[in-house]
């Protein structure tokens, strides 16, 4: 806006001069390309049949390259949309019970295969638990940020306790959000809802991905010592990048 427009000092609006389109650009604009430009160069206009022709050409040809496995990304990288009992079924329970993962915040082309059991048959999901709101704003991550998210929901250690014991999963992962804003940093509830799970399918294999808890022993230990079977933290990155990729209330020391 501002190269194509100057200052008009000879007329005012509520006391601020107002802007007018820039003669040299007006005359650009004005002397520039037309249509015919973009098009010159073509043939007569295709008539229906050569147009039909054509595009006819184009599909046999992508349906030669499908018949000999030749497509434009290679077979290793595609997968399948996620659908199937199991997948519906964890989508609908998630619905009813305001329940988050990972694996839909993300768009992780796995999930199917990790909700269905995939060749291995064993069935995992990651859960989000504290919301779907973060307080810390890590440059690689896509998840929503504010100061202030929403309360924490009581009923949730319980809530996604009841929804992995209908699922029947082998083996679950609970990560969070940071929750900076909490006294304990969600660590209580964390460790809370591991206990849920364990009381209601004890035979479920249980990995926690946590937070850094700002590296405070004491807000660390109730977590791992709920009754989990797998804890984990991730550092996100080497040490020399830290500063330029994670929040700066994370640094590789503390993690």
């Given at each position: 806006?501002?190269?194509a427009t100057e200052v008009d000092n000879s007329s005012e609006k509520d006391g601020k001069a107002a802007r007018r389109v820039r003669k040299d650009f007006a005359d650009k604009i004005k002397d520039g390309p037309d249509f015919s430009d973009f098009v010159s160069g073509m043939n007569e206009p295709l008539t229906p049949a050569q147009a039909l022709e054509k595009a006819t050409a184009a599909q046999n040809r992508l349906?030669?390259?499908l018949s000999k496995g030749t497509t434009r990304l290679p077979r290793w990288l595609k997968t399948d949309i996620p659908t199937g009992g199991n997948v519906t079924k964890i989508r609908k329970t998630l619905r009813d019970l305001n329940l988050h993962t990972v694996c839909e915040e993300a768009r992780c082309p796995n999930m199917g295969e990790c909700w269905g059991g995939g060749k291995h048959g064993t069935a995992t999901a990651?859960?989000?638990i504290m919301g779907d709101?973060?307080?810390?704003g890590c440059r690689f991550c896509s998840v929503k940020t504010s100061k202030s998210p929403a309360a924490l929901d009581p009923k949730e250690?319980?809530?996604?306790?009841?929804a992995l014991a209908a699922w029947g999963l082998d083996?679950?992962?609970l990560?969070?959000?940071?929750?900076d804003d909490l006294a304990d940093f969600g660590s209580n509830h964390f460790a809370s809802t591991v206990r849920n799970i364990r009381e209601m399918a004890p035979q479920m294999m249980i990995e926690c991905l946590t937070p850094d808890f700002q590296g405070r022993p004491e807000l660390i230990e109730p977590v791992a010592l709920s009754g989990l079977d797998v804890y984990a933290h991730n550092i996100e990155t080497v040490e020399a990048l830290q500063g330029v990729v994670r929040d700066y209330r994370a640094n590789y020391k503390q993690s």
């Open positions: 806006r501002l190269l349906q030669s390259k990651t859960i989000m709101t973060c307080t810390r250690p319980e809530n996604v306790a009841r083996y679950i992962v990560t969070s959000v940071d929750r």
